[in-house]
């Protein structure tokens, strides 16, 4: 499995960004399929937006299509996501997940990752 850890987490007002960042061990680049979860206290994981092995299939969940942007730097082994426009409803925590996938292949299934970070808190403010 590969290890995971997010980072860019913190409190906002809504209106702004924020950019959240995964870092991922070195056997990562070009093997897996990533992802980012969100999940608001009482709610069930849910996707928010995923990228294939090199980037070339991305998808987003209705609710942040338009304002976030998923994209990966293989030879850094990142993978980042700018959110743009937060609202209060984007508060949660934000988990990265990878899986050993398929040239283009991106699930939006929470079973379907294999590894998952520690996650990382985004709190936005009215």
């Known amino acids: 499995q590969v290890q995971l850890v997010e980072s860019g987490g913190g409190l906002v007002q809504a209106g702004t960004s924020l950019r959240l960042s995964c870092a991922a061990s070195?056997?990562?680049?070009?093997?897996?399929?990533v992802a980012w979860f969100r999940q608001a206290p009482g709610k069930e994981r849910e996707f928010v937006g995923g990228?294939?092995?090199?980037?070339?299939?991305?998808q987003y969940a209705d609710s942040v299509k338009g304002r976030f942007i998923i994209s990966r730097d293989n030879a850094q082994s990142t993978v980042s996501l700018q959110m743009n426009r937060l609202n209060p409803e984007d508060t949660a925590v934000y988990y990265c997940?990878?899986?050993?996938?398929?040239?283009?292949?991106?699930?939006?299934?929470?079973?379907?990752?294999?590894?998952w970070g520690q996650g990382t808190q985004v709190t936005v403010s009215s």
């Open positions: 997940a990878a899986y050993f996938a398929v040239t283009g292949e991106v699930s939006q299934s929470v079973s379907r990752y294999q590894s």
């Open positions: 990228i294939s092995r090199v980037g070339r299939v991305r």
């Open positions: 070195k056997d990562f680049v070009s093997k897996y399929a």
